[in-house]
């Protein structure tokens, strides 16, 4: 895999910061931040932005930040409420939304949640003809599926979105719940580019382990968390470099 900047991509083990500033001037100032800290990707959680439905600004702002990122690629997320983000919006303007960032915005990545889009054939043949990395993901904050719903859903969206990123993250109730994403991620992870994450406390290996669970991201933070379970920066370099 490769970004815009044709730097080819670690295959495990990349870091990535999200950005969750409300307006552009706090934005200007957090991407500096983040950038600083050297991350592999930077997530620009468009959800924490007051603006996200004005799509001139966001192309504007896309615009703006790029040459601050020195080559970093940056991954838009537009989270909803439902999969446990701050848009508190209905799946079709999140449809909509979507379309026009995949049209207009010059960006790396693109996160997808499945469950808002499923098989919505006008949006997949848009997608087909951008040159953007889909991150197809699907959050639950309250439970784990198991380990045969795991392999199902993961089918599903190789099925609908294939040559993407799968990204599957869920809030374990047990250890038993931890070990299930563990070794869903090892199995599927040798043949498609997958991020598995258990979180919260309980699940914390999940993003330390990377490399041995062929995950192929894990999510971290500079000052806020954009999820439970989430180490900083420092700490993750630090971890991952005694789990080589
Ligand atoms: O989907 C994810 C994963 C995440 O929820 C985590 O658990 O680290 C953090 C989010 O910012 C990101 O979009």
Redesign the pocket.
Known sequence: MMTRANKPFKTHSNI?L?L?ARNEADLLVEVDKLVNAKPDII?W?VDYFDDFETIDLMTDLVNKITPKLNNIPL?V?L?TKR???KADISDSLYVQLIEQYATHLIIDFL?IQFHSVKNHEGLLTLLKHQQIIL?I?Y?D?TKTLSKEEMMKLLKEMQHYYPSSVY?L?QMPRDFEDVLNVMSVSYEVGKEETV?M?A?GELGKVT?VLTKQLNSWL???SLDA??????MTIEQAKELLSQFK
């Open positions: 990535c999200p969750m997530e959680r991954l997320t989270r999969e446990g983000g996160d991150v993901s959050h904050f990204k993250a991020i994450i979180m993003r894990t999510f971290v968390l954009s999820a439970p379970g989430q």
